[in-house]
């Protein structure tokens, strides 16, 4: 343990995958050609935009192949929270002469609250239903939040903070009998669980290239072929019209990639098997004094939320500097306030604010969880 307390001797150990993940050794390599040689505009027609077209179309069906959808479906964008922004307001505009009501949930990121919210101004009805203890939403409660003029049903696929997947399979088979458009975000699950449109039964699903090894800044939004949807942002005529800018190729090359080594490893048992280890070790040096939050079973392989009762988080993670982890999502990071989604999951403050999320990655080692557990059994007092 002596050695353990030196913190000059530690190397720094990252903990919080779920709020961004390093870029990929094999994603960094493909995109440098297109930083270093192949710079050109895509539309240009010159020698320095040769082939770039065709760059772009291989990364798209990169994509598409990962997710199980037909290449024409993938719209680029610059991220998670634009596809989440494009899903919800180019199907409201779309539909406005359909209705105007939304189903959500009360545990969204804020990249789908926050939308809701600003359309709301221009004159939609959000139905926000609430999750259980575990953080899960009931089909039947989506079900009943259904009216005659709902246009769209935005549910996560798994949450952030706790982890917890959501039976999107079970939601979109009943909206489709009420002739429901379905949007998931998928920022999270994709590449740490199978992520397949068809098996899913979505119309819409956001992808966020920062949460699987590629860059900050790069995203995509599946549209199934036939959904009716307004474009986000208007220009010249990129992506079939759908999303104007000229194309960050790099960066669309590198999410390609991403997406493609995504599909490969996901739901890896390594990540699983670390994430018990450390569950394991904590509750072994900790017992009653630790609670795990989220589905047990139905959650994400690399994330454990756990609050340390009566305590508060933050200041936990203040006497650990060489670790990375976080206290809630990334958005509410430094916060002593109950996180929104545990509040929503119905967890006090008292347990709630001792939480810690850990997020495990393609990179975390053993050695690392057996270091974390002993600095956690040396630093947290042995009473409360």
């Known amino acids: 343990m002596a050695g353990i307390?030196?913190?000059e001797s530690l190397k720094p150990?990252?903990?919080?995958?779920?709020a961004s993940t390093p870029v990929a050794p094999e994603v960094f390599q493909e995109m440098?050609?297109?930083?270093?040689?192949h710079y050109g505009n895509p539309s240009s027609s010159h020698w320095a935009a040769a082939s770039l077209q065709e760059t772009i179309e291989m990364a798209r069906s990169r994509i598409a192949s990962a997710i199980g959808a037909a290449t024409r479906e993938v719209i680029f964008t610059s991220g998670g929270t634009e596809a989440n922004n494009h899903a919800l307001k180019g199907v409201y505009f779309a539909s406005r002469h359909r209705g105007s009501h939304i189903i959500t949930t009360t545990i969204e990121h804020p990249a789908i609250l926050n939308p809701c919210s600003f359309l709301e101004t221009?004159?939609?009805?959000?139905t926000y239903v609430p999750v259980d203890g575990l953080g899960r939403v009931s089909p039947e409660a989506v079900e009943r939040a259904i009216r005659n003029d709902t246009i769209l049903i935005s549910v996560m696929h798994a949450n952030s903070e706790v982890g917890t997947i959501q039976p999107i399979g079970e939601i979109a088979r009943i909206a489709k009998?009420?002739?429901?458009?379905?949007?998931?975000?998928?920022?999270q699950s994709f590449g740490k669980i199978p992520v397949h449109v068809d098996a899913l039964g979505v119309d819409l699903l956001s992808i966020a290239g920062h949460k699987l090894y590629a860059p900050k800044g790069v995203g995509a939004l599946y549209v199934r072929n036939g959904t009716e949807i307004s474009p986000f942002v208007h220009g010249a005529g990129h992506e079939s019209g759908r999303r104007a800018g000229t194309e960050n190729v790099p960066y669309l090359v590198a999410l390609g990639k991403a997406a493609e080594l995504a599909a490969e490893k996901a739901n890896d048992p390594a990540v699983r098997v670390l994430r018990e280890a450390l569950k394991d070790g904590l509750q072994a040096?900790?017992?009653?004094?630790?609670?795990?939050?989220?589905d047990p079973t139905l959650n994400l392989p690399n994330t454990?939320?756990?609050?340390?009762?009566?305590m508060n988080g933050q200041q936990i993670l203040n006497q650990f500097p060489e670790i990375a982890a976080s206290t809630g999502s990334a958005c509410h990071s430094g916060s002593t306030s109950?996180?929104?989604?545990l509040r929503a999951m119905g967890i006090s403050e008292y347990e709630g604010l001792g939480a810690i999320r850990f997020s495990l990655g393609r990179y975390t080692t053993r050695e690392e969880i057996e270091t974390v557990v002993a600095l956690f059994a040396e630093r947290i007092p042995s009473t409360s």
């Open 5 to 7: 307390s030196n913190t």
């Open 13 to 18: 150990i990252y903990l919080d995958y779920n």
């Open 32 to 37: 440098l050609p297109f930083l270093q040689q």
């Open 122 to 126: 221009l004159g939609a009805e959000v």
């Open 177 to 187: 009998r009420y002739g429901i458009l379905v949007h998931t975000d998928a920022a």
């Open 285 to 294: 040096v900790f017992g009653h004094r630790v609670q795990f939050n989220g």
């Open 304 to 310: 454990l939320n756990v609050s340390f009762l009566g």
């Open 338 to 341: 109950l996180s929104p989604v």
